[in-house]
């Protein structure tokens, strides 16, 4: 069954890092302009400047995807989490990714350490947080399915079987779930969009509120229904033991894709 969920999902563990997520935007593109995007790092859809000891978090910066390969972004002006292409992009449907590398985070009674457990004296949790984002991107008149559906490679990934662009208020958009590239069965899916939570989660700390709610199938796929037209971000969150239990408890992914619903 399909949910809407007009209450706050419900976290495992209340970790410091869990308000912070990240997503990836983009400015509309006429062909053979530049293409302007912003990494989206806290609470969507409000965009900040990212603290300069996070900033090493997104060595990776932003790439842009389709059929035909990959380039890479620059990042350009005052704020940190802007990017633009090195070129003009010519018209099309890509795919628009960023990465938060794998990075350790311990909680002990002093508080959170940007560390394994090794190094955080009496740790009572440990997680290596690694975060995904992707942002649809359709340039000129296409609505392109295979180039949208590209496998960008990060270790959790949402990947559409459609273009959003084709897809109407309340129509299914078919999605799935891959963890190391392989579907992943029994994964919750939420998303959101722009204006549906509009409380100040960033000082309160409550969990954004979202607008639907569904489980991947055997196959990795679910159907989201955009009940609404705007800005939406999709999100699963998936963990598994870490390899080693006496450094870390848990290797725990956050992947989103964003994407565009028309009237």
Request: aromatic share 10%; with cysteine.
């Amino acid at each position: 069954m399909k949910k809407l969920l007009l209450a706050t999902a419900i976290c495992s563990v209340a970790f410091s890092a869990q308000a912070h997520r990240v997503w990836v935007q983009s400015e509309p593109t006429k062909p053979n302009e530049i293409l302007k995007a912003d990494l989206g790092y806290g609470e969507f859809p409000t965009l900040e400047q990212i603290s300069e000891k996070r900033l090493h978090f997104f060595d990776k910066g932003m790439v842009l995807v389709n059929s035909e390969g990959k380039q890479q972004l620059a990042q350009k002006g005052d704020k940190n989490y802007h990017f633009e292409s090195k070129a003009p992009i010519k018209e099309g449907s890509y795919v628009l990714a960023a990465e938060y590398k794998p990075t350790f985070w311990s909680k002990n009674a002093e508080g959170w350490k940007q560390a394994d457990m090794k190094n955080t004296p009496n740790a009572s949790y440990c997680e290596q947080t690694a975060m995904y984002g992707k942002n649809i991107i359709n340039i000129g008149n296409v609505a392109d399915k295979a180039s949208v559906a590209e496998v960008v490679g990060h270790e959790l990934e949402i990947v559409p079987m459609e273009n959003p662009a084709n897809i109407k208020v309340g129509e299914r958009f078919k999605v799935v779930v891959l963890y190391q590239g392989e579907p992943l069965a029994d994964a919750t899916l939420t998303a959101t969009f722009k204006g549906f939570d509009n409380s100040d989660n960033h000082h309160t700390h409550k969990v954004e509120a979202q607008a639907f709610s569904d489980v991947t199938g055997e196959d990795g796929t679910v159907d989201i229904i955009p009940l609404k037209a705007g800005f939406w971000k999709a999100s699963v969150v998936y963990d598994v033991p870490f390899k080693d239990p006496a450094q870390c408890q848990k290797a725990k992914h956050y992947a989103t894709l964003t994407f565009d619903i028309a009237q």
